[in-house]
């Protein structure tokens, strides 16, 4: 945040300190909803350091990140930001070393109208108005054991339970995230959230799912595969919600919260050394990573009727498809997928079926050639897919069940020159999106050749 | 409490605030122990917050009735209002938000010498003396969802353990209540009372018990059949206490404290709307409502050997014997009852034995239509008569085995034109106690007539 | 603390306000490390009221001792005191009512550069440097009913996880002791232990053990045979140790620190009555007493490959081997064993083999009359010989497997003219080390009589 996003001492700062330059790049991503202030450096984070007047604030020691933590940028920052970009904000509370009582206090403090203690303490910090946050998330990964905090499933139920139900007591109309598995890989996998959600009744609005992918064995066709992994995952979740639904015959059912997702294998440097706006595990992103973010925005969409939020983690530096060196910025490969599809996101996701030769991913499982999801909406049918082949382009064609597509209104593409390609700021053209001409209509359908590593976007005009 | 009994603006106002006819009229229900400061209210209640100069006590969000709390209204007040009616204090600590040291702290305020920092902080406050408050409830419905911080049985069981130690630790003279099941409907019922008594061990010296009935089906003769299923629930609590004295081969018993109980089902109004000092859950009292409480009392009565504290809940206003608008106050039918067995309550409880018919409620169980207790007092009798029936008088004979009745000192009837009669300010004494004169003594035994829907209570002197 | 170490009104203090004499006895018993603040102490203590300026730290209510505790030694003051001292500080977190973040905090007080909150508030109480405290322990003794914030295993597992894994944030060079069982009659024993470690994985480097014995029935024989009983308590919580790390498959293992023994059976007094420096349990030491911590001494020798760390509880007054009264001090029996081993300390403890008789204890198992150990130097032989028997001298001859001893260096005798005998203010010589003349040296090996009920140590020089 400290560096990239609020930088008051840079020559593209804004007012308020905000760099223009990223704000612009981040517009054009479309983002809906921004989660703040983590990940795992929220189960350390009190909310009150971050608040009123800036000089005053504690600088405290992060013990997720080993760096310190300046603290001025909080919580009336975060939502000033999120106004001047159109975000819905999405506050995750401490439950790591934060109390439920502390964050019942953070709803009043954004939610209440003023005439109790944390409420008047927002009014005169600024804001008479509440702040209206809807989305909040009940910790972060508390069932990893590199958590601050972190406790086994019954604990963690008990206490998202206390701080969901003192949350709504403080504002009714707020919608709450559960810590899901945040990884697959933990034995604790599903229980955790069978576990969670029993206890949470009807409490949980969302749980919330993370993953991160790499191509650490250098498997380029593997990795590509990833969205069936990523698939897989969501099914699961949805089927734990199902669940007990199911077991508690109630009405209500948890939906999926996918909030944080992204490739993250290359760096792994989480050290700070105990400095503040640390540059840590800034990624460098190729061909492959962008297509894999493709796959991932693609399966969230052919799960739009469970999967309700996802977050790209993380935005600016750290991994993250913006990076800025000095007042330099670098827009990386995984930006333009995100570009392409979130320009592209209005409408109803359709169920697709893909006719065509598919292959087996050494740890991934099964999957076409082509990855592909769809979206209709006014009149328009937009139309993702990626070509997972290493060596062929694929000719593909298009059609819609019960219309006919009538032309081509827009298309893009993204591929490159080899499976590792990356933008630097040497070289910031490697990796782009370009308009995709070869899209031909015929009998009502549509007719492209998709080169091999490649992503294409497209909206048709339907009949 | 702002409104009903500390309101320093009305007319009736003392010196302290108090409104005197409220008071006056409480005085009369000669109660012993005092319940403070809640209820559902205390989970999330601080006592610091309410110590300490006025003007500088945050009004805070209350988040179990949505209300605002100024605590101009807090410990030191209580006590000095405990006092004033001759009240024994019995404070209640939070378990819900609050931590066993904050109880500690607070049995440090309370009854330690000045010499240490909480117990110094009373003396500079106003009170030299400590205020040697013997009754602590450890939490308040810790079992119930519903409740600020709920926890399962085991975790709300170390937490006791831990504040229990700690206070008697500060003044090893308290008696601390434990919360048991506050409901007989919540699927832990009698198991969550055996893991908190087994881990508490002798720390326990009562454990909770709560009751609210109704009639919402209009169905009076099983409604007023509810003192069985009172009997039934004291009499379940007395055999876990047993059950875990056994196991633990201890000579320490845990006895009853029903420390709340009353009528309540017409009004469920329990949303303050952020205001503070609302006119929540006002619940208007009529005859069949009085003669359940009587039912209560007489059930407590017959169990005086293990219930050895019950309170009423509440006492002004809130599902309350006594309404006030504005300067106004009004006795409710439920005043009556308490009233009549409050006068007579010295001395020890008797065995009573009814011979005589029966009925069978619909979900309460069989019970005799005449429902009684006794109490030996110094040479008087007072003896606690219901007729259940709604259309038949009862002719009632009342023999000692052991001694003669020799003459009638006093009787009072309460009873009233239907069931669901009712006072209200325009019309207040539609149900109210009258003297009872056709009592007779023949024979060293007594007789009377019980009108239907009718409760009389009497002072007999034995020879 | 207050009265012993830390007097400053004492004639013999120094410009800090130690007792120059007490600490110039302490001196002699080269201990390494010193643990604080306590004990069960501990669990109620905030390290943050005994820091900062001194005429602004509350006097709080000792939950523990039922003392008073004015803070006026706390942190900054101890470091001092191990400064001065030489001893390696250890100081023992409160996992009682304080909580993991706490404990970190403290961390960053004592450990992190300036820089942030915690680390700035040291260096404004006057340490810009860190005082790189190496050792901490996780709470104390969190497995007895009786301590402040007791809770069982599986809660003690987790809350020590979570502090554990935010103290090694902090620094990640620190080495942490969990609490193990703190008696071996508690109904958890070992139960705690495997929970305990398994939990907590590869951040637990040691484990504690407790153990307090004593001679309540007069049982001399039974009573020396103690050091069995010790023997195989350390091989018990070994073998939870090594179960563990093999149920983990982890490379890591955690060692013992015995951080409590002694002998304490005498005094129970451990109300402080409301006051603070009071002298609780003070315990008068014997002969017995003495040859049995020199038993308890000889054990961990033993066991010196998985015994690290061992705490003599306490050093001065309160059950210790130094008294003060006033301006007076009292070197009690049981100083004398510690001071003749500690200064042999140094070298490899050797694997010794007994020959002789045999004696079977009423509690405490079969014994060799002769207890020994033994320690290789830099070409010394330090061996240590108790004669447990009460009226027999034993001829002892002492040999090494690959080695010839050439000469006697220094032996010296502990003895006195019953088991019961004891130093007191008024005659203070009656238990005291004196130089052991009669080692004789033959064929390479040493040859000596040991008197009953005596304790030898010596060093030899080997060929």
């Not at 189960?43 to 007047?53: E, K, L, N, T």
């Not at 005439?115 to 303490?121: E, H, K």
Request: charged share 25%.
């Amino acid at each position: 945040m400290y560096e990239g996003v609020f930088e008051p001492g840079s020559s593209h700062a804004d007012a308020d300190g905000y760099r223009s330059d990223v704000l612009e790049a981040l517009r054009h991503l479309n983002m809906t909803a921004m989660r703040y202030p983590g990940g795992n450096f929220v189960s350390g984070y009190h909310w009150q350091d971050g608040v009123g007047p800036r000089e005053k604030r504690p600088t405290v020691l992060d013990l997720a990140w080993h760096s310190k933590e300046t603290n001025q940028f909080g919580t009336d920052e975060y939502i000033r930001l999120c106004r001047k970009m159109g975000w819905l904000p999405m506050l995750a509370v401490n439950l790591g070393t934060g109390t439920p009582e502390e964050a019942s206090n953070w709803v009043e403090y954004c939610n209440r109208p003023a005439g109790t203690l944390y409420a008047d303490m927002r009014a005169s910090n600024g804001s008479e108005q509440p702040y209206a946050v809807k989305l909040w998330c009940l910790g972060n990964e508390m069932d990893g054991p590199w958590q601050l905090g972190h406790v086994p499933a019954d604990q963690y139920a008990i206490r998202a339970q206390q701080a969901a139900k003192m949350m709504k007591d403080a504002d009714p109309s707020i919608e709450l995230v559960a810590c899901g598995s945040c990884t697959i890989d933990l034995e604790s996998y599903m229980e955790w959230d069978r576990r969670v959600l029993e206890h949470m009744g009807d409490l949980a609005d969302y749980v919330s799912l993370h993953r991160y992918v790499g191509d650490p064995n250098n498997d380029t066709p593997d990795y590509l595969a990833a969205s069936a992994s990523i698939d897989r995952q969501i099914e699961e979740m949805d089927a734990a919600c199902r669940f007990v639904q199911a077991k508690r015959r109630s009405n209500k059912r948890a939906y999926l919260c996918f909030d944080e997702w992204n490739v993250w294998y290359k760096n792994h440097e989480t050290d700070g050394a105990g400095e503040a706006g640390q540059h840590l595990i800034e990624e460098a992103y190729d061909l492959e990573d962008a297509l894999v973010v493709a796959g991932f925005l693609q399966s969230f969409l052919r799960h739009a009727d469970v999967v309700k939020i996802a977050n790209l983690a993380q935005i600016v530096n750290v991994i993250a498809p913006i990076l800025t060196r000095g007042d330099e910025l670098l827009i990386q490969s995984i930006y333009y997928p995100f570009e392409m599809m979130s320009k592209r996101r209005k409408g109803d996701s359709l169920r697709v079926v893909v006719d065509g030769p598919s292959y087996e991913g050494a740890t991934n499982g099964s999957v076409h050639y082509i990855d592909t999801s769809a979206i209709l909406g006014e009149g328009a049918l937009h139309v993702f897919l990626t070509n997972r082949s290493m060596d062929e382009a694929s000719e593909v064609c298009i059609g819609v069940a019960d219309s006919a597509i009538v032309s081509s209104e827009s298309a893009e593409l993204l591929t490159g020159p080899s499976p590792r390609a990356t933008n630097s700021f040497e070289d910031s053209d490697v990796i782009k999106a370009i308009p995709f001409e070869d899209v031909s209509i015929q009998h009502g359908q549509a007719r492209c050749e998709l080169p091999p590593l490649s992503f294409v976007a497209m909206t048709l005009k339907l009949g």
